[in-house]
């Protein structure tokens, strides 16, 4: 041995360090929605919170952020084939929903605000802030998740994914779906428990 690594070592301590990491990641991402979502309970058991319907448009938001994870889904499997074009288009299509989730997120806000319903301010209230603050805080992550898939689709078109090279893919892949997951419960949490 020379003490050099081979490319196929390198690969496979990139797999299993990067992977543990994200998991890591995540579980920490789920303990801080976790926190919040508890403190939304304590705080709504004290009283004095304001009851009012989610805005319309956070069923859409839902219906895209679902959708993606299929596109994504698609992003993968097209890798797996050497379907360069398939994860090209893919990936640019699970990109755009991501811009179509947050201009949606954008104007939940605003039907909020129009019903006035504020984050801060002396007319704002605590059920009001914290919808504000769990969506915002979610709508942070997908913008990292956003900035990765926009790796993964420049890498696609440089043509360095295939069926040997999938582990950019695949990290991107688990967080969008670990977003989609965590999107989906904020909205029936927030859906139901007002």
């Known amino acids: 041995m020379n003490g050099t690594i081979s490319i196929e070592e390198k690969k496979l301590t990139r797999e299993k360090t990067a992977k543990p990491l994200l998991w890591i990641a995540m579980v920490s991402m789920s303990m801080l929605f976790a926190g919040l979502t508890s403190a939304y309970m304590v705080r709504q058991g004290k009283g004095q919170w304001l009851q009012f319907d989610l805005p ?18 698609w992003v993968l499997s097209s890798a797996k084939k050497n379907n360069y074009n398939g994860v090209r288009l893919a990936s640019v299509i699970t990109l755009l929903l991501g811009f179509a989730f947050i201009f949606c997120q954008v104007k939940a806000w605003g039907v909020l605000h129009d019903a006035k319903i504020f984050y801060t301010g002396k007319n704002s209230n605590p ?62 949490f927030l859906l139901f428990v007002r």
Do not use: P, R
């Open 56 to 73: 319309q448009v956070f069923y859409f938001s839902t219906a895209i952020i679902m959708l993606s994870s299929v596109t994504m889904n």
């Open 127 to 188: 059920s009001g802030s914290f919808l504000y603050m769990l969506t915002f805080l979610h709508l942070m992550h997908l913008i990292a998740g956003i900035i990765a898939l926009s790796v993964v689709w420049i890498n696609s078109i440089l043509k360095k994914y295939n069926s040997e090279n999938l582990l950019g893919i695949k990290l991107c892949a688990i967080f969008w779906h670990f977003l989609d997951v965590l999107w989906i419960y904020l909205f029936l």
